[in-house]
T-cell receptor, first 113, second 111 residues
């Protein structure tokens, strides 16, 4: 079945450290890929998206993600974490054979002072 | 600015009562969606509509109903048949194969 997997329901990093949030999809055909951020009591906000073209995608707030077809991955990174990055992050996928978006289960990012 | 407006932000339901959550968008998107989010949980799809006057059940439609009479509007009714309605409800819209745009959510609680 088509799916999207986020490894780690909770990730904690120190302020200034690298942020790495993992996302893997399940199809050999490249899908459309998205990362969203959700702050408490708010809706989801689109961070970045990959449809076609350049495999390294830059988003808002200094985040970027790299589409790796050989690894079926779309991991989210940020070189230096800020306290304001503490939030829930969702990876999402639209497979070419489907019309619906599939969301991962989310990763809660905590930032240690 | 274009966007999605959900109202109210907080809503309380009494036992046996139906309540309706509003969702309006001015993005000219054909597709609209309703999700339920429980504490520490991901998103679960309740209903979605890809065109006016048509909608489909999602993964957890029991106890909920929707209508899509206008492109801009997709209200969700939480009926008395939904025995555990306390949750955060999110509305979204999109173009085909495009990212979903979300409202700020409605938090529903039981009195």
């Amino acid at each position: 079945a088509q799916s999207v997997t986020q490894l780690g329901s909770h990730v904690s990093v120190s302020e200034g450290a690298l942020v790495l949030l993992r996302c893997n999809y399940s199809s050999s055909v490249p899908p459309y890929l998205f990362w969203y951020v959700q702050y408490p009591n708010q809706g989801l906000q689109l961070l970045l998206k990959y449809t076609t073209g350049a495999t390294l995608v830059k988003g808002i707030n200094g985040f970027e993600a790299e589409f790796k077809k050989s690894e079926t991955s779309f991991h989210l990174t940020k070189p230096s974490a800020h306290m304001s990055d503490a939030a829930e992050y969702f990876c999402a996928v639209i497979y070419s054979s489907a019309s619906k978006i599939i969301f991962g289960s989310g990763t809660r990012l905590s930032i240690r002072p | 600015d274009g966007g999605i407006t959900q109202s109210p932000k907080y809503l309380f339901r009494k036992e046996g009562q139906n309540v309706t959550l509003s969702c309006e968008q001015n993005l000219n998107h054909d597709a609209m969606y309703w999700y339920r989010q429980d504490p520490g949980q991901g998103l679960r799809l309740i209903y979605y509509s890809q065109i006016v006057n048509d909608f489909q059940k999602g993964d957890i439609a029991e106890g909920y109903s929707v209508s899509r009479e206008k492109k801009e509007s997709f209200p969700l009714t939480v009926t008395s048949a939904q025995k555990n309605p306390t949750a955060f409800y999110l509305c979204a819209s999109s173009v085909p194969k495009g990212p979903q745009h979300f409202g700020d959510g409605t938090r529903l609680s039981i009195l």
